[in-house]
């Protein structure tokens, strides 16, 4: 990921604000509707959001004379690729939607705790749930499953492309993922979508305010001139508030 | 839904009281087999019940040249239907169980809490799930996902007869959903089943006791004549005590 | 299952210690790569763990002129089976993944209590969610569904060996099912999976603690010579302290 | 199936003359929706129909410690369950529409053959097509698959009631298969269909007729009374014909 | 579609000429990535090309208390839907994918065929697929289903927006189906379509040449400046030999 | 695929001998459960065999900024892959079991063939199929599908280790595809797999004999003694005969 251009400083932090519902409308707006993982749902409620740029690993189907317990502590096993990854990563994994097994148990968890990972999305399970909740790192994931990753899958590889809950995700796209799932920002667009999706969202603000006040949806949003003229004057109103 | 014959004035809240369990056993007994949805739970664990009439709704796949940004405002859009739904009704969307896309989020929830809508049953996800939850509506769909609906569907129209889950649902059916899911009550059997179902939770309420007092299930649900007996002298005696 | 070698009096007890992930690892070192269910999950997420023999019951589709109101009384229902199940037995029901219909409701649940049932795996769902709560057993299962067993299955008899989530489940296996999932451990094997298991964990608990501390998993977890002496010593010092 | 009650002597050679479409609508007739297997296609377009008397087998998911290749050989194999089967049946395999092997290959099917079988019909997948094709026995299944049984099934035994293709089969019942696919006639039934289905079969070869000589559907199928007066025409000239 | 501005004259004769995977590629040109039907196949090998005007048709799931046999002689039933059709249409039918059903049988075909139908595409099964066969219309469907509509699904309208094997349709779209499958061409698209696509077939035609030559794709196809010149060449040579 | 060890000399000749059915019993004796891909079929009934060794290409979902038009001659693309195979391969394309588009069509195919390609092995479908019949290299395939590729999958490398059909597939690695369907051999086991297979089809020769002569499978296979011997005769007579 060394050659990738770098975002603008305040993109993560921008990204880190805004739902992953107002980033899929953003991207809806510059021609790209894949980009919402079907698949990946939150571990547990309450876990939080998670925003990042993706590193990412890659399973195939396991086959038995190669997916063996043996394989865990070969050279480029998951284990070489945990050390390869930087700090404040979001790992992503392609477990090609395989729900037989689990990629991720609470040792390899704590590990990239320590290793400052801001979090998991995979299309696959996770094992030893209750031991994760104690990691506490937030892990968007299609469930859990007792059987270790070699009883259905085998790793290959990371920072490639790959595909996770039916969408591509290239080393360095930008994860937002929240109750609503996780989205893939494609890293060329990170920056301008940072930029207006705040906006979006201070906008749908106000729209709310106004539905609940009794404003029909219709003019309201998407917005009609009234509409865009009492959304400035709103705007006004708070910027002058601060 | 002017020409429908109008429900018997306590259909709706006896069925308010009655378990969808109850309801999907009443109609087998009529020769219905198909009136559960197969697709929306609840959103909310602790959301409560929904029963109420049908206002339907219907989209179809996207297409990129009419599932654009600017159809929601068109004419004909969702947004007419919200306003053209008349208050107490459940709005039931056929979204044909596309996970890919959600139909509605919290905006739309807003307005149609302002309309008087009683709750949502989809089976398709939603949107903007940490905002729907403010706003209170029970909504039964498939789980969320951040896209918008233009990601994968297109609106086609309302008050036409719609499949949601698996099941026909007519204009001015009836749905009664609850933690065991959503079930469709065809309009001309409400008043029946209505006046049926809470005699038949009753009896279950005796059997509950008596299987939990020890008695085999075999005999007492269905029942023999001897619990029968006994449940003619429990309810008297429960009558008496009101 | 009278037939049945008998397990060594503490399979079951160190079973109820351990994971499904443990013994999940411990089949696929013994060569068993299907033994995880896919489907059934808990009905509550905090329920508890489910461990004991299996008491089989097997459903097939239904047909209409035999899945009727009137089979709920027959000989040979499911009503005879609950009488013919043993105490302390898990009983797991082979509901073909159908999600139309569920196989048991609270009355059953209910007598199966007073029976001294330990709990329930099944690949279909259950209905009367809010009456199994109560009851207060265990319940893996695939969600909730209102229409009763007639409306999708039919039930055709018990101990036989059978399939559930995908896996085969024989009179007299061992059920180990935790939030990761339910476990099928051959009746051959439990002995000695129960022996090893305890082990097992006792070792991930040494590694857990060192991979907090800043261990990278490659070397502690499979282990390497110098984690395996530093975990002799730990354990050593652990036994001590007893 | 000794205590079967028989057939009336004409019910299969009647049922060998008409379609599995015309079976299926005289079910509906009867109450029966569910009828027609999903998965059971013909193997080879020109094969033919195959109508008899169902005789069961059924399968469980595999598990390595049973589904051995030395389990071929064991007592209640299904060579055994081959060899128990009486002459003139059809053999109906419950394999849970497993795709990942095959329950059947050639040298099965050339035994089935010596042994007076009359076809196939299963859920799953057939492997040596090319060998089986050669053995010239009608059957119908979910295609191909190279592996043998015991990658992915295990057998445990005959002439008990089975699900195929999401349908109801009891030992006795009469499959009527052709290209439109398997249909099962419950034995109960089957008498009165075979004595039905003849005539809506001459009905709708006369309604046929008036249909390409222009008339519409309507008023011809189903008939009206003007309808009705010419077929009974039309039959007394066909049968005055002979 | 009384209201559909009128295609170019040789809008349908020219994509008459041209294959379904031309189509795709003139869709996606322009933005339109969702075209091709997934689930409609060829019912014959041999049944040749498909190409029209669609005329559409609407089922939803059956229920028990409307989908009747006696529903098939009512007013707006399928059997209305036929008459109402005009000549020269391809009838388009969203059987949701329902494979449990067929929507059509040889009656139906045979009227259609009377009325000047072009051929049928549907994303369920049909019935009586040797009766279908004579009457010789292309069909496009997911291969064949024994029983009526009845036992899985009711009739509800006809020219409504449809869905499709997962694509959008109107009424008055033009389908074009080979055995590559159904696409479907927006109206509004068609003239522009059937005016560029038959050039792209032509430079397909001279590419395919090249590479048969010993030619690598690349520069090729899509082609470089040589190529262009080449193709240019190629081309005025094949119109002066005309 | 340079550093790979050679195939002994005859393992390929042997190889294109057997089926893959043989083939895929000779995996299971050596614990190799999961080698028959799920998805490939012929697409052409009399297409005929194909074995070789695998050349691997890899797809991820597109997104609609990278999957463009564009992308078909930019540098790695799938053109690239084309020439960077040498010849005598199996092409083994990992589509992730995409149906919504095509991998190859007609020209790639012919380029292919150019090429010294021996034929096609993917998990998604092809277009162009009257094309595709015209080059005449074997395609084992989902079918056909007419949008090109970028409508639903983007190119991302070749000759890396692959999924394909729910199985492993590493470069090099030998595919024996028939009828049955298609089946990964692993390179490291292909040389004996090869020396054993005829032997297997030859007892299994005999085997057939015997049963179309009235021997019982059980004890002809697998053997017993009996069987044995009567087999060393045949056998012995056999190659005397030569």
Do not use: H, N
């Not at 571990?43 to 890659?58: H, I, K, N, S, Y």
């Not at 004379?65 to 050279?75: H, M, N, P």
Request: charged share 25%; proline share 8%.
């Amino acid at each position: 990921m060394t050659d990738l251009a770098p975002l603008a400083p305040d993109t993560l932090p921008r990204l880190a604000e805004v739902s992953a519902a107002t980033v899929s409308m953003q991207l809806i707006k510059r021609g790209i509707r894949r980009s919402a993982m079907r698949g990946p749902v939150p571990l547990d409620p309450g876990q939080g959001r998670l925003v990042g740029e993706a590193f990412t690993l890659r399973f195939i189907p396991a086959r038995e004379d190669v997916a063996t317990r043996e394989s865990y502590g070969a050279a480029g096993s998951i284990r070489d690729a945990i050390e390869a990854m930087p700090a404040d990563r979001v790992m992503v994994i392609d477990a090609r939607g395989e729900t037989a097994a689990a990629t991720l148990g609470d040792l390899l968890l704590a590990r990239l705790k320590v290793r400052g990972c801001l979090g998991i999305v995979s299309d696959g399970p996770v094992r030893d749930v209750a031991g994760i909740r104690q990691v506490g790192l937030p892990v968007f994931c299609a469930g859990a499953a007792a059987p270790p990753s070699i009883a259905a899958l085998y790793f290959v590889g990371w920072e490639q492309p790959v595909g996770c809950g039916g969408v591509a995700v290239f080393p360095g796209d930008v994860i937002v993922a929240d109750e609503d799932g996780a989205v893939v920002v494609p890293r060329a667009l990170a920056d301008e979508i940072a930029a207006d999706a705040p906006e979006q969202e201070r906008f749908e603000r106000f729209a709310l305010e106004r539905i609940q006040q009794g404003a029909p949806v219709k003019g309201t949003y998407p917005p009609d001139e009234a509409t865009l003229a009492a959304y400035e004057a709103w705007r006004a109103a708070e910027d002058a508030e601060e």
